[in-house]
T-cell receptor, first 114, second 109 residues
Framework: DAMVIQNPRYQVTQFGKPVTLSCSQT?????MYWYQQKSSQAPKLLFH???????NEADTPDNFQSRRPNTSFCFLDIRSPGLGDAAMYLC?????????????FGPGTRLTVT | GQNIDQPTEMTATEGAIVQINCTYQ??????LFWYQQHAGEAPTFLSY??LDGLEEKGRFSSFLSRSKGYSYLLLKELQMKDSASYLC??????????WGAGTKLIIKP
């Protein structure tokens, strides 16, 4: 089945220790998104890629970076995680970024910072 | 600024009907989405409205009034598995989704 896959599902990292979250998709969608979601809050868009064009949201901290080496894969790097970065990180895809399509979400990675 | 408002929490009884409201103010409008999110899981798509009126899909219906900046999600014949958060999201003029914080729906037997 075509899907959005995120690994790992649960990640524990130490304060200040770099961590990378991964996302892959078999949907062949052009657009990929990274969201951060904290408990009982709306998903917050961190980045999105339209093909290889990278779009950084204005309020995304510099501590967060992203890479998309090809259509299928996208990575979220947190250079120096702080306690406030503990959250669910959601990867989503969409066929196009210039029309109204639904977004397809992966299962998420729950990040704990100790 | 852009804003999506929905109630924080609602409670309903199994077998009953519940309506979850959403009001929005956004820069442009390219449609409104409703997603369901169970605790600790990713959102899953429920419905999409871009024209005024009611869209029915099984037990779930979604209504939109663009002039009022208003939508609702109607859930009929509630089941225990419907206990979840329901997120309203509006696609703005740049085709970016503006998300509400979600309405936590608690279903009681």
């Amino acid at each position: 089945d075509a899907m959005v896959i995120q690994n790992p599902r649960y990640q524990v990292t130490q304060f200040g220790k770099p961590v990378t979250l991964s996302c892959s998709q078999t949907l062949n969608h052009n657009v990929m998104y990274w969201y951060q979601q904290k408990s009982s809050q709306a998903p917050k868009l961190l980045f999105h890629y339209y093909d290889k064009d990278f779009n950084n949201e204005a309020d995304t901290p510099d501590n967060f970076q992203s890479r998309r080496p090809n259509t299928s894969f996208c990575f979220l790097d947190i250079r120096s995680p702080g306690l406030g970065d503990a959250a669910m990180y959601l990867c989503a895809t969409s066929p196009r970024g210039d029309t109204s399509y639904e977004q397809y979400f992966g299962p998420g990675t729950r990040l704990t910072v100790t | 600024g852009q804003n999506i408002d929905q109630p924080t929490e609602m409670t309903a009884t199994e077998g009953a009907i519940v309506q979850i409201n959403c009001t929005y103010q956004t820069s442009g409008f390219n449609g409104l989405f409703w997603y369901q999110q169970h605790a600790g899981e990713a959102p899953t798509f429920l419905s999409y409205n871009v024209l005024d009126g009611l869209e029915e899909k099984g037990r779930f219906s979604s209504f939109l009034s663009r002039s009022k900046g208003y939508s609702y999600l109607l859930l009929k014949e509630l089941q225990m598995k419907d206990s979840a958060s329901y997120l309203c999201a509006v696609m703005d003029s740049n085709y970016q989704l503006i998300w509400g914080a979600g309405t936590k729906l608690i279903i009681k037997p």
